[in-house]
Nanobody, 122 residues
Framework: QVQLVESGGGLVQAGGSLRLSCTAS????????MGWFRQAPGKEREFVAA????????YYADSVKGRFIISRDNTKNTAYLQMNSLKPEDTAVYYC???????????????WGQGTQVTVSS
C-alpha cells in the first residue's frame, strides 16, 4: 500500500509558476510510475503528466506540454510537477497517483492522493 500526499498548491497570477510535490509513504515509491491529473469544477478528471519508475519515460497532455515539467526523486519518495506560464484554464484540483506503468489512463492508477487546489487568476 502506498499513501500519497500532495502539497504546493495555491493562488497564482496568470503567467506565474508553482511547483507541486507528491510525497509517498513507505519504501515502495520506486516501484511505481507516477502521474498527475487534474479536475476543474464541473469537468471530468483529465491527465496532465506521467513519469516512469526510473524517469526515463515521460508523457504530457498537449495542453501542458512545454509549460509543465514532471520529475521524481526516488531517494526522497517524491514526485514533482513544475508548472510554468500558468493560465486561468489550469485552475483545478491536482492529484498525484501511482501505477505499475506510466500511462495516460487514470483507470490504471491504483493509488491516489487527496488533491491540492491550484487557482490561477487572470
Amino acid at each position: 500500500q502506498v499513501q500519497l500526499v500532495e502539497s504546493g498548491g495555491g493562488l497564482v497570477q496568470a503567467g506565474g509558476s508553482l511547483r507541486l510535490s507528491c510525497t509517498a509513504s513507505g519504501r515502495a515509491f520506486g516501484r511505481y510510475a507516477m502521474g498527475w491529473f487534474r479536475q476543474a469544477p464541473g469537468k471530468e478528471r483529465e491527465f496532465v503528466a506521467a513519469i516512469s519508475l526510473g524517469g526515463g519515460t515521460i508523457y504530457y497532455a498537449d495542453s501542458v506540454k512545454g509549460r509543465f515539467i514532471i520529475s521524481r526523486d526516488n531517494t526522497k519518495n517524491t514526485a514533482y510537477l513544475q508548472m510554468n506560464s500558468l493560465k486561468p484554464e489550469d485552475t483545478a484540483v491536482y492529484y498525484c497517483a501511482g501505477s505499475m506503468v506510466a500511462t495516460r489512463a487514470g483507470s490504471e492508477y491504483a493509488y491516489w492522493g487527496q488533491g491540492t487546489q491550484v487557482t490561477v487568476s487572470s
